[in-house]
C-alpha cells in the first residue's frame, strides 16, 4: 500500500466531449481528479489509450501504486455489455463493438468494469448523494436525452440482457413525437430539457408578445430550459403553460416509474432540475396523489441530485469499491 494506507479506484466518466477520472477512496471520497477532451473522431483505441494513460499518471501523482488500486470503473454512454465491459452501440461517441474493458488494461493493468453512465450516476448518488442509505432507488438524468438508472438491494439493475432500463424510452404522451430511439412518444420527447427547448421555441414563435421572446432576446436559438421558468416566475401565461405541460409529463412518467419498482427515492439530475423545490413540489404532490394504493402504501419521494457532475465518476469507482 502507499503511504496514504488506502485503497483507491479510479472512477471513469465518459463523455462525448469529454472524460472526466477521478480516484476515489473506500469513503466514497474523491481525492484528485482530471479532465481530458473525448475527440472521439479518432480511432477507439486512441480514446482509450488517453484515457488508461491519463488515469495511471493520475494515480502516480497522488502517491499511489497500481497495488493500491482495486480497479476501474468506467461510465460510458450507449448499450453495454457489462459483463464483458464491450460497448456494443453509443450513439454519443459513435462507437461499435468496443471491447472498452480489455483496450484500457493495456495501460491501467487493474480490474476494469464498464456500465452504462447513466447507472454509475444512479449508484452514485445512492453510495453517497440524495440516495444516500437507501437500498432502492430509481435516477433519471433530463438533459439532452432522458438517461436512467435503477438500483435495487444496493447494486446496479439493467435487466437479464444489455439494453435494459432505458427509463427514458417508456411511453408518455401522444403527439406522435418522434424519439431518436425510432419509436414515437417517449418520455425523453416529452420531459428532456431538449424537448421543453423545443416547446418553449415553438411557443415563443405563436407568441411574440409573450416573455419568453424577451428571455431569449429575440433569438430563438439562445432558448435554454430556464427561460420557460423564469416566465412562469414573472407571470407570462405562455412560460407558465410550458412549464404546467412539462410537470405533468415527467410526473406521468416518475408516477409510473413508482408503480413498476415502488424505490425508497426518485432521484432527478441534469441541468432542469437547478430548478429545485419549484420542480420537485409539485412532482410530490402528483406522486402523493396517483401512486397506486397511495392511501395505504409507502410513496416514494422525488429529490434532485446531490453530487452533479461528479455521480458518474463516484458510481464508476463504485462498481469495484463496493
Not at 146 to 171: C, D, R, S, T
Not at 218 to 240: H, Q, T, V, W
Not at 259 to 267: A, G, H, S, Y
Request: glycine share 14%.
Amino acid at each position: 500500500m502507499s503511504e496514504t494506507g488506502k485503497q483507491v479506484a479510479v472512477g471513469i466518466d465518459l463523455g462525448g466531449t469529454a472524460v472526466k477520472i477521478g480516484i476515489v477512496n473506500a469513503s466514497y471520497e474523491i481525492l484528485a481528479q482530471t479532465s481530458i477532451p473525448t475527440n472521439a473522431e479518432r480511432p477507439y483505441d486512441a480514446v482509450i489509450a488517453d484515457i488508461g494513460k491519463t488515469a495511471a499518471a493520475l494515480l502516480a501523482e497522488n502517491g499511489f501504486t497500481v497495488a493500491d488500486c482495486a480497479g476501474a470503473g468506467v461510465g460510458s454512454p450507449g448499450t453495454i455489455d457489462s459483463q464483458n465491459g464491450v460497448v456494443l452501440y453509443s450513439n454519443n461517441i459513435r462507437w461499435d463493438n468496443v471491447p472498452l474493458a480489455a483496450e484500457l488494461q493495456k495501460y491501467l493493468p487493474v480490474p476494469v468494469r464498464v456500465q452504462n453512465d447513466a447507472n454509475c450516476a444512479a449508484l452514485g448518488e445512492v453510495l453517497c448523494g440524495a440516495a444516500k442509505g437507501c437500498q432502492n432507488a430509481v435516477f433519471l438524468t433530463l438533459g439532452t436525452g432522458v438517461g436512467g438508472g435503477i438500483v435495487i438491494n444496493g447494486k446496479i439493475f439493467e435487466g437479464g440482457h444489455p439494453g435494459g432500463a432505458e427509463l427514458g424510452h417508456v411511453k408518455c404522451g401522444s403527439e406522435k413525437r418522434r424519439c431518436t430511439c425510432g419509436r414515437f412518444d417517449c418520455l425523453e420527447t416529452y420531459a428532456s430539457a431538449t424537448a421543453l427547448i423545443h416547446d418553449a421555441k415553438q411557443m415563443a414563435a405563436a407568441h411574440p408578445d409573450s416573455l419568453l421572446w424577451e428571455l431569449c432576446g429575440g433569438d430563438l436559438e439562445r432558448m435554454n430550459a430556464k427561460i420557460p421558468f423564469d416566465a412562469a416566475d414573472a407571470g407570462d401565461s405562455c412560460g407558465k403553460v410550458l412549464v404546467d405541460n412539462y410537470i405533468q409529463y415527467l410526473a406521468d412518467g416518475i408516477t409510473d416509474l413508482a408503480n413498476i419498482f415502488r424505490p425508497d427515492k426518485i432521484v432527478l439530475g441534469g441541468g432542469v432540475c437547478a430548478q429545485g423545490e419549484k420542480l420537485t413540489d409539485p412532482l410530490n404532490r402528483y406522486l402523493r396523489e396517483n401512486c397506486f394504493g397511495s392511501t395505504v402504501a409507502y410513496v416514494p419521494k422525488a429529490v434532485i441530485a446531490e453530487n452533479g457532475n461528479q455521480a458518474g465518476m463516484i458510481g464508476a469507482a463504485g462498481l469495484v469499491l463496493q
